[in-house]
């Protein structure tokens, strides 16, 4: 701290007086180095805190960073496992649509094949129907013609019978 003093010139001031600046002087001095040596403490406490602020930020911005790559990884590594999954399921989808689609075209293939025999019987069925019924229809025409003919030669050779009174 400093303190206010006169300086007095030699011729000024005595041996009493020389003494007694001396000792004001030196106090001054000490006074002084004092001060130096508390402001360079608290100065290098100042660079201490600072560097140890600028340690932790540093520490805290290394440790974000690593939390930050963490879970970015993590959220890669999820998705890709999502990606998976998910080409899985359009895999397993596309498996049982394919073959849910080959069975559909085999059932469409048998229900066709059953139809087309079907078809093919119920002609068969009806040829041989149409066959007998032509058959059965000759056999009745030649039938009503024998028996057309026997009418007729019985209406021939019987008078016709007689009609009695009443």
Same mark, same amino acid.
């Given at each position: 701290m400093p303190s206010t003093m006169k300086i007095k010139t030699k011729s000024q001031t005595s041996s009493g007086e020389d003494g007694e600046l001396m000792f004001l002087a030196q106090t001054e001095i000490r006074h002084l180095k004092q001060t130096i040596a508390v402001l360079r403490d608290e100065l290098e406490a100042s660079h201490f *805190? #600072? @560097?140890?602020?600028? !340690? %932790?930020?540093?520490?805290?911005?290394?440790?974000?960073?690593?939390?930050?790559?963490?879970?970015?990884?993590?959220?890669?590594?999820?998705?890709?496992?999502?990606?998976? *999954? #998910? @080409?899985?399921?359009? !895999? %397993?989808?596309?498996?049982?649509?394919?073959s849910e689609m080959a069975l559909l075209k085999e059932t469409i293939q048998a229900l066709r094949d059953a139809l087309e025999k079907v078809k093919l019987d119920s002609e068969h069925y009806l040829q041989a129907l149409h066959t007998k019924t032509r058959g059965e229809i000759s056999q009745l025409q030649g039938t009503i013609k024998a028996l057309r003919k026997e009418l007729e030669m019985a209406t021939r050779a019987k008078p016709a019978p007689k009609r009695g009174k009443k």
């Open positions: *805190q #600072k @560097d140890k602020a600028e !340690q %932790n930020a540093v520490s805290q911005f290394h440790d974000e960073m690593h939390q930050l790559k963490n879970t970015i990884t993590a959220l890669r590594d999820k998705f890709e496992m999502s990606l998976a *999954q #998910k @080409d899985d399921v359009i !895999q %397993n989808i596309t498996a049982n649509s394919s």
